[in-house]
């Protein structure tokens, strides 16, 4: 069957008493989050969720976030998983850009989804005290709906450096190929425990954690909100054997002062994604942990992983390894044509991981995969052994955290501040994050004379309000005049802030 909710229901069947999901003391099994899903499933239906229609879930990493994605898809449903982090404005756009009328929100972020599914005409319902009963109340709908490969699962907003964020439309068959491939990568099976403090919203952990976990039968003890203590406390409390994380989580790991405190002996792999990890990290992480750490590549738009250091494989530190089974990767000038090993070009990718396209956007689609080669935006190069490297990333795009940043829409949020005539987001470096977000603005002239320290601390507060908490700008500087070339287009490469 292709639909991915059949790894759940399979895995159910061959090992129903194995703990799927932990969370502290609790746990689920393998039966149980199939029986919960199976009533999501129910509970949909009863609510005229058919075929192919959209139903949004926020949540953070909890147990019964995976019960509702594996029930909107079992019951034929797509899942447009959003960050609990987004502000109102921004769950109006992604609810009524994806016509998702129908919501699943945790009870700690229902405020603002509620305001923004007012806005957008969707109906929310709360993943709080009252769930379970919801939930009970439920007639079970344990057949899993058929679907066709390339029917679409899962809508997944990535930000663009161009406008609004856009849906990558990943299919069932993208979803469960590249779990496979996560599940033979790390080399897990039933009875193993992964550690789950990648947020299941985004497609690192959703693929390479949950999705690959139920598929093996493994267990995944989740941290819904990342602390370095609380994760050696997990790792030690029920022997993690794999460790998926992103550069910063290493590095807090690291800097935990007593870390060698803690029984960490289970761990055997960790895997790190999302952000270029510093090869001192890695040594580092690999000698106090005596664990191997592997790093990759991939995107919300590849389902998302094509390439990697392999355990049986050449290991490169600092690159991003190999393209992985069933990818293909090139380095392309930008004519479309592959470059010479060595050269640095844009880096492409080929395969059944790669998306469907951007939902409804024809245009970005055809830019994005104008010739069955989608263009990551990357600049990379590869070398004789066929490992390839990043060299730099897209043009604007701030990383922090793992998580992507485009200037643009902070910008947007900018100019509505009634003081703001200029403004441009840059990156500035930064030992934790990676990088750092900083707003470079100019005054209008009736707001010019004003005390720039306090304005600059109302224009940072005005947009930590209006977009989710990774993007908001940790400085504001002001300045006189950006920078211009000869059309009147602001140079970010002229922008200078200090410590960059």
Not at 157 to 177: I, M, V, W
Request: aromatic residues 8%; contains cysteine; negative net charge.
């Amino acid at each position: 069957m292709t639909n991915l909710a059949s790894i759940l229901a399979e895995s159910a069947a061959a090992h129903p008493e194995a703990v799927a999901i932990k969370l502290d003391d609790v746990e689920v099994s393998y039966a149980a989050l199939n029986d919960l899903s199976a009533r999501v499933a129910g509970l949909l239906r009863g609510r005229g969720v058919r075929a192919r229609d959209r139903v949004a879930l926020v949540s953070p990493n909890l147990p019964q976030m995976p019960a509702v994605y594996y029930g909107i898809l079992r019951a034929g449903g797509v899942v447009v998983p959003l960050n609990p982090l987004l502000k109102a404005r921004e769950v109006a756009y992604h609810l009524s850009n994806a016509g998702a009328r129908l919501v699943f929100a945790w009870e700690g972020v229902a405020g603002e989804v509620e305001a923004g599914a007012a806005e957008a005409g969707a109906e929310v319902i709360r993943i709080d005290g009252g769930f379970q009963e919801l939930l009970a109340g439920a007639d079970p709908l344990f057949e899993v709906a058929a679907a066709e490969p390339n029917d679409t699962a899962v809508i997944l907003y990535t930000s663009g450096t161009t406008g609004r964020p856009k849906g990558a439309e990943l299919t069932h068959e993208n979803l469960l190929a590249n779990a496979t491939v996560s599940r033979d990568l790390f080399d897990f099976g039933v009875g193993e425990v992964l550690f789950g403090g990648l947020p299941f919203f985004h497609i690192f952990g959703q693929t390479c954690a949950l999705n690959a976990a139920i598929l093996a039968g493994a267990t995944v003890t989740l941290l819904p909100r990342f602390d370095p203590v609380r994760a050696l406390e997990i790792i030690e409390r029920d022997r993690v054997g794999i460790f998926l994380g992103v550069p910063t989580m290493y590095i807090a790991l690291l800097r935990v002062p007593d870390r060698h405190k803690y029984d960490t002996s289970s761990l055997r792999l960790a895997a790190s994604g999302g952000a270029a990890l510093p090869l001192e990290v890695l040594r580092e992480f690999e000698s106090t942990f005596d664990a191997t750490m592997l790093e990759g590549y991939g995107l919300s738009e590849t389902s998302p992983v094509v390439c990697f250091n392999q355990r049986d494989g050449i290991r490169k530190p600092g690159s991003i390894g190999t393209a992985v089974r069933g990818a293909e990767l090139k380095v392309v000038d930008e004519t479309g044509q592959e470059v010479e090993p060595g050269n640095v070009g844009e880096l492409a990718v080929r395969g059944g991981y790669v998306m469907k396209g951007y939902w409804n956007n024809p245009e970005a689609t055809a830019a994005a995969i104008p010739d069955g080669w989608f263009r990551t935006g990357d600049l990379a190069r590869m070398d004789d052994d066929k490992v390839f490297f990043i060299v730099d990333r897209k043009k604007d795009m701030i990383l922090r955290g793992g998580y992507n940043v485009y200037p643009r829409e902070v910008e947007e949020v900018l100019y509505e501040h009634p003081a703001v005539a200029e403004a441009a987001v840059v990156g500035r470096p930064d030992e934790l994050n990676g990088e750092e977000i900083v707003a470079v603005v100019a005054l209008k002239p009736e707001a010019a004379g004003g005390d720039k320290d306090a304005l600059a601390g109302e224009i940072q507060q005005f947009v930590k309000d209006r977009i989710a908490a990774y993007k908001y700008p940790r400085s504001v500087l002001i300045v006189d005049a950006l920078p211009k070339g000869p059309t009147g287009k602001i140079l970010k490469r002229e922008i200078t802030v200090p410590g960059a």
